[in-house]
């Protein structure tokens, strides 16, 4: 079982930056897949980016081009730098490490992301 914690979500205003982490208690290497969720109010719970052990990070059409998800192999750590919020970023976000695959993965508790003025 894959320990995930997520760090780094608050408020800030439409336009603003935060930048999201999820340290992991194994090495990235040996995770197939790390992906952010998101759910936000009244909304069904979706990906909004993952990257696999190669490195390749994959992006939900609505944050394209804001959100960067990234990793440092040596902290265990994956980031989502997300820029440009808009209200409809509000939500919490989730961590998952698929060692085999997301469907099976190991979820962090979430951290809430709040994009109001």
């Known amino acids: 079982q894959v320990q995930v914690a997520e760090s780094g979500g608050g408020s800030v205003q439409p336009g603003g930056s935060l930048r999201l982490s999820c340290v992991v208690n194994?090495?990235?290497?040996?995770?197939?897949?790390m992906a952010w969720y998101r759910q936000g109010p009244g909304k069904q719970r979706e990906r909004v980016a993952h990257i696999t052990n190669g490195g390749t990070g994959y992006y939900e059409d609505s944050v394209r081009g804001r959100f960067t998800i990234s990793r440092d192999t040596s902290k265990n750590t994956v980031f989502l730098q997300m820029n440009s919020l808009k209200p409809e970023d509000t939500g919490v976000y989730y961590c998952?490490?698929?060692?085999?695959?997301?469907?099976?993965?190991?979820w962090g508790s979430g951290t809430q992301v709040t994009v109001s003025s």
């Open positions: 194994r090495s990235l290497f040996s995770i197939y897949v």
């Open positions: 998952v490490a698929g060692i085999t695959g997301l469907e099976s993965g190991s």
